[in-house]
């Protein structure tokens, strides 16, 4: 088995690089799209960008799991405390007031507060019935990451605090909250994911965002777990359970 990787390497890409080297196993940095006949077929794994991995997990035989599109915006109120909206990009251009957007599952739309529609990329650069994600601005005191795997918290990190990248342990609260999360919503996800969430200055927990377990930096996570999580995250299709066939990228 091969932890397959891009051509470029993120500082958390290197780190569950050499935790699978630890555990024996073999991994796999390409230098461009072209997937080597032996690896072609099956029995690999992949830790890589979106749009990396759309052009090699065919070729791979690997099945990228992620959040459905509209996923954080079906999520119930006390999850999210903010209304979102998973509307066409063509109709977040008529926007008259700021609103955070972004792209659910990858970053062609880049994720900022814009002060209405008309900053948002224009029709020229994006398909107007492009998904997207409109949120109310929220102002978080700190922000941390999960990784989620068969309905439990296998590891996390603290990655911000207010705005600003800050790393420390993953908290008890933080822990406590994905553990709600997963209790109440833990079927709409595929049984390996990663979830952010933040703490509001007013002590209130929120969903930030679900992001592909394969394409996520994991900051100060364990990353023996995190690993775990990754290779159910983008393993061979062979091996693909049953309940995960619809969150197959």
């Known amino acids: 088995m091969a932890l ?14 050499d935790t699978a080297r630890q555990r024996g196993m073999r991994t796999v940095q390409l230098p461009d799209h072209e997937v080597p006949a032996g690896l072609r077929g ?23 799991l992620e959040a ?11 999850f999210v405390r ?24 990858d970053k062609s739309i880049p994720a900022l507060i814009y002060a209405d529609g008309s900053r948002l990329p224009g029709p020229d650069a994006v398909d107007p019935r492009t998904t997207v994600l409109v949120s109310d601005v929220l102002v978080l005191e700190a922000e941390y990451r999960l990784y989620l ?6 590891t996390g990190s603290r990655y911000a605090t207010r705005g600003r990248l800050h790393l420390a342990p993953l908290s008890g609260a933080a822990r406590a909250f994905g553990a709600e999360l997963l209790a109440a919503c833990g079927h709409t996800l595929p049984s390996a994911i990663v979830v952010d969430v933040g703490v509001t200055d007013a002590g209130q ?23 775990d999580v990754v290779l159910r995250a983008a393993g061979p299709a062979a091996h693909l359970a049953e309940r995960d066939s619809p969150f197959v990228r």
Request: proline fraction near 11%; charged fraction near 20%.
């Open 4 to 17: 397959v990787l891009p051509p470029r390497l993120t500082a958390s890409a290197r780190t569950l690089r």
């Open 149 to 154: 795997l068969d309905g439990q918290v296998r």
């Open 68 to 78: 459905p599109a509209d996923w954080l915006a079906r999520l119930p109120d006390a």
């Open 42 to 64: 099956g029995g690999a794994y992949l830790h890589a960008g979106p749009s990396f991995a759309d052009a090699v997990a065919p070729a791979l035989g690997v099945a990228p």
């Open 82 to 105: 903010r209304e979102i909206r998973a509307v066409p990009i063509g109709e977040a251009y008529g926007l008259r007031r700021p609103a955070f957007v972004k792209s659910p599952n």
């Open 205 to 227: 927990w929120v969903v930030v965002e679900a992001n592909a377990a394969w394409a996520s930096g994991c900051y100060a996570s364990d990353p023996d777990r995190a690993l």
